[in-house]
Protein backbone atom coordinates (compact mmCIF):
# COMPACT_ATOMS: atom_id res chain seq x y z
CA UNK A 1 0.00 0.00 0.00
CA UNK A 2 1.09 3.62 -0.61
CA UNK A 3 -0.04 6.68 1.07
CA UNK A 4 0.48 10.18 -0.02
CA UNK A 5 -0.07 12.69 3.29
CA UNK A 6 1.35 15.60 4.83
CA UNK A 7 3.10 15.35 8.22
CA UNK A 8 0.84 18.21 9.77
CA UNK A 9 -2.63 16.86 8.04
CA UNK A 10 -4.91 16.09 11.10
CA UNK A 11 -6.83 13.54 8.20
CA UNK A 12 -3.47 12.08 7.27
CA UNK A 13 -2.13 11.58 11.29
CA UNK A 14 -6.33 9.95 11.71
CA UNK A 15 -5.48 7.77 9.23
CA UNK A 16 -2.12 6.92 10.23
CA UNK A 17 -2.98 6.11 13.73
CA UNK A 18 -6.18 3.77 12.86
CA UNK A 19 -3.02 2.05 10.82
CA UNK A 20 -1.30 1.99 14.08
CA UNK A 21 -4.03 0.39 16.03
CA UNK A 22 -5.25 -1.90 12.63
CA UNK A 23 -1.54 -3.59 12.63
CA UNK A 24 -0.79 -2.26 8.82
CA UNK A 25 1.61 0.64 9.93
CA UNK A 26 4.81 -1.32 8.30
CA UNK A 27 2.71 -2.37 5.03
CA UNK A 28 2.13 1.22 4.09
CA UNK A 29 4.63 3.16 1.91
CA UNK A 30 4.16 6.34 3.22
CA UNK A 31 4.96 9.32 0.65
CA UNK A 32 5.49 12.81 2.01
CA UNK A 33 3.08 14.69 -0.01
CA UNK A 34 2.50 18.73 -0.56
CA UNK A 35 -1.14 19.66 -0.92
CA UNK A 36 -2.35 22.91 -1.23
CA UNK A 37 -5.66 24.37 -1.71
CA UNK A 38 -4.25 26.61 -4.77
CA UNK A 39 -1.20 24.87 -5.96
CA UNK A 40 -2.70 21.15 -6.26
CA UNK A 41 0.24 18.33 -5.86
CA UNK A 42 0.82 17.03 -9.31
CA UNK A 43 1.98 13.79 -7.53
CA UNK A 44 -1.28 13.17 -5.65
CA UNK A 45 -3.03 14.47 -8.36
CA UNK A 46 -2.13 11.79 -10.53
CA UNK A 47 -4.31 8.95 -8.24
CA UNK A 48 -6.91 11.66 -6.61
CA UNK A 49 -8.65 13.98 -9.05
CA UNK A 50 -9.38 16.20 -5.89
CA UNK A 51 -5.34 16.29 -5.36
CA UNK A 52 -6.19 16.05 -1.51
CA UNK A 53 -4.51 14.27 1.76
CA UNK A 54 -4.67 11.52 2.78
CA UNK A 55 -4.80 9.20 -0.82
CA UNK A 56 -4.49 5.87 -0.14
CA UNK A 57 -3.23 3.32 -3.34
CA UNK A 58 -4.23 -0.27 -2.76
CA UNK A 59 -1.81 -3.52 -3.64
CA UNK A 60 -4.68 -3.56 -6.46
CA UNK A 61 -3.95 0.01 -7.58
CA UNK A 62 -7.33 1.07 -5.92
CA UNK A 63 -7.21 4.80 -5.45
CA UNK A 64 -8.84 5.31 -1.85
CA UNK A 65 -9.62 9.02 -0.76
CA UNK A 66 -11.22 10.75 2.14
CA UNK A 67 -9.92 9.63 5.69
CA UNK A 68 -13.27 8.01 6.56
CA UNK A 69 -13.19 5.57 3.68
CA UNK A 70 -9.52 4.90 4.13
CA UNK A 71 -9.84 4.46 8.24
CA UNK A 72 -12.94 1.97 6.92
CA UNK A 73 -10.49 -0.46 3.92
CA UNK A 74 -7.92 -0.52 6.62
CA UNK A 75 -10.61 -1.59 9.51
CA UNK A 76 -11.88 -4.49 6.94
CA UNK A 77 -8.08 -5.69 6.34
CA UNK A 78 -6.94 -5.56 10.06
CA UNK A 79 -4.49 -7.86 11.62
CA UNK A 80 -4.83 -6.45 15.19
CA UNK A 81 -7.58 -4.68 16.14
CA UNK A 82 -11.13 -3.07 15.04
CA UNK A 83 -11.66 0.74 15.02
CA UNK A 84 -15.06 0.29 13.85
CA UNK A 85 -17.37 -1.04 16.75
CA UNK A 86 -19.89 -3.94 15.78
CA UNK A 87 -22.41 -3.53 18.23
CA UNK A 88 -24.63 -1.05 16.91
CA UNK A 89 -24.81 0.84 20.23
CA UNK A 90 -21.57 1.40 20.38
CA UNK A 91 -20.67 1.46 16.45
CA UNK A 92 -23.20 4.59 16.08
CA UNK A 93 -21.69 6.50 19.32
CA UNK A 94 -18.21 6.13 17.85
CA UNK A 95 -19.29 7.44 14.12
CA UNK A 96 -21.18 10.42 15.51
CA UNK A 97 -17.87 10.88 17.16
CA UNK A 98 -15.65 11.24 14.18
CA UNK A 99 -18.36 13.10 12.22
CA UNK A 100 -18.45 15.79 15.12
CA UNK A 101 -14.67 15.54 15.29
CA UNK A 102 -14.15 15.67 11.50
CA UNK A 103 -16.50 19.05 11.80
CA UNK A 104 -13.61 20.51 13.93
CA UNK A 105 -11.17 19.83 11.71
CA UNK A 106 -12.98 20.97 8.63
CA UNK A 107 -13.96 24.65 10.02
CA UNK A 108 -10.30 24.55 11.79
CA UNK A 109 -8.78 24.13 7.98
CA UNK A 110 -11.23 26.88 6.57
CA UNK A 111 -9.34 29.13 8.94
CA UNK A 112 -6.30 28.07 8.36
CA UNK A 113 -6.69 28.09 4.54
CA UNK A 114 -8.35 31.68 5.09
CA UNK A 115 -5.23 32.95 6.69
CA UNK A 116 -2.38 31.28 4.75
CA UNK A 117 -3.31 31.15 1.34
CA UNK A 118 -6.04 33.75 0.07
CA UNK A 119 -4.39 37.37 -0.01
CA UNK A 120 -4.44 39.47 3.28
CA UNK A 121 -6.58 42.29 1.28
CA UNK A 122 -9.81 39.44 0.80
CA UNK A 123 -9.66 37.61 3.87
CA UNK A 124 -12.99 37.91 6.07
CA UNK A 125 -12.65 38.28 10.05
CA UNK A 126 -16.52 37.36 9.67
CA UNK A 127 -15.80 34.35 8.12
CA UNK A 128 -12.93 32.75 10.37
CA UNK A 129 -15.12 34.05 13.60
CA UNK A 130 -17.99 31.86 12.42
CA UNK A 131 -15.94 29.08 11.57
CA UNK A 132 -14.26 29.42 15.35
CA UNK A 133 -18.23 29.33 16.13
CA UNK A 134 -18.82 25.94 15.37
CA UNK A 135 -15.24 24.85 16.86
CA UNK A 136 -16.31 26.40 20.07
CA UNK A 137 -19.85 24.39 19.67
CA UNK A 138 -18.18 21.15 19.31
CA UNK A 139 -15.95 21.53 22.11
CA UNK A 140 -18.57 22.76 24.55
CA UNK A 141 -21.05 19.85 23.27
CA UNK A 142 -17.96 17.19 24.45
CA UNK A 143 -17.79 18.97 27.58
CA UNK A 144 -21.12 17.39 28.38
CA UNK A 145 -22.19 14.31 29.70
CA UNK A 146 -24.22 13.77 26.75
CA UNK A 147 -20.62 13.83 24.23
CA UNK A 148 -18.40 13.06 26.47
CA UNK A 149 -15.70 10.71 24.81
CA UNK A 150 -14.70 7.83 26.60
CA UNK A 151 -11.14 6.00 26.38
CA UNK A 152 -11.92 3.15 24.31
CA UNK A 153 -9.81 3.37 21.09
CA UNK A 154 -12.05 3.75 18.17
CA UNK A 155 -12.52 5.77 15.17
CA UNK A 156 -14.40 8.73 17.04
CA UNK A 157 -11.88 8.76 19.85
CA UNK A 158 -8.54 8.57 17.18
CA UNK A 159 -10.33 11.30 15.43
CA UNK A 160 -11.05 13.57 18.69
CA UNK A 161 -7.74 13.37 19.23
CA UNK A 162 -6.29 14.32 15.55
CA UNK A 163 -8.73 17.20 15.60
CA UNK A 164 -7.80 18.65 19.54
CA UNK A 165 -4.31 17.79 18.48
CA UNK A 166 -4.36 20.10 15.22
CA UNK A 167 -5.78 22.98 17.18
CA UNK A 168 -2.59 22.68 19.46
CA UNK A 169 -0.82 22.93 16.37
CA UNK A 170 -2.40 25.61 14.16
CA UNK A 171 -4.04 27.52 17.11
CA UNK A 172 -1.76 27.77 20.01
CA UNK A 173 -3.68 31.04 21.00
CA UNK A 174 -7.02 29.29 21.11
CA UNK A 175 -7.31 28.20 24.57
CA UNK A 176 -9.47 25.82 23.97
CA UNK A 177 -9.17 24.07 27.40
CA UNK A 178 -10.02 27.16 29.74
CA UNK A 179 -13.82 26.35 30.66
CA UNK A 180 -13.56 22.73 29.57
CA UNK A 181 -11.51 20.96 32.25
CA UNK A 182 -13.05 17.14 31.48
CA UNK A 183 -12.04 17.37 27.90
CA UNK A 184 -8.83 18.93 28.72
CA UNK A 185 -8.00 15.95 31.06
CA UNK A 186 -9.46 13.56 28.53
CA UNK A 187 -7.12 14.41 25.75
CA UNK A 188 -4.14 14.77 28.13
CA UNK A 189 -4.99 11.48 28.79
CA UNK A 190 -5.44 9.83 25.46
CA UNK A 191 -3.13 11.62 23.63
CA UNK A 192 -0.32 9.59 25.70
CA UNK A 193 -1.39 6.43 23.27
CA UNK A 194 1.36 5.34 21.20
CA UNK A 195 -0.59 6.13 18.09
CA UNK A 196 -1.15 9.19 18.96
CA UNK A 197 2.68 10.08 20.21
CA UNK A 198 4.19 7.93 17.12
CA UNK A 199 2.20 10.56 14.10
CA UNK A 200 1.95 13.76 16.17
CA UNK A 201 3.12 16.59 13.73
CA UNK A 202 6.23 17.91 13.98
CA UNK A 203 6.46 21.47 16.37
CA UNK A 204 6.73 24.57 14.01
CA UNK A 205 10.31 26.38 14.12
CA UNK A 206 9.94 29.67 16.07
CA UNK A 207 10.38 32.75 13.56
Known amino acids: MKLYY ?9 VLAVSIVTGLYDNIDRIEAAP ?6 VSVLAHNPLA ?8 EGLALFDSRVIAEYLDANTVAARVFPQEDGLRWK ?25 PENLRWPLWQERQFDKIVSALDA ?21 ALGYLDLRFPDFVWRSGRPKLGTWFE ?9 RTAAPVPKAA
Not at 142 to 162: F, K, M, W, Y
Open 142 to 162: LESDQHAPSHAVDIGTITLGS
Open 94 to 118: ALALQSLSDGILDAALLIRYERTAR
Open 6 to 14: SSTSPFARK
Open 52 to 59: KVPTLVTP
Open 189 to 197: SFARNDFLL
Open 36 to 41: HPIDRD
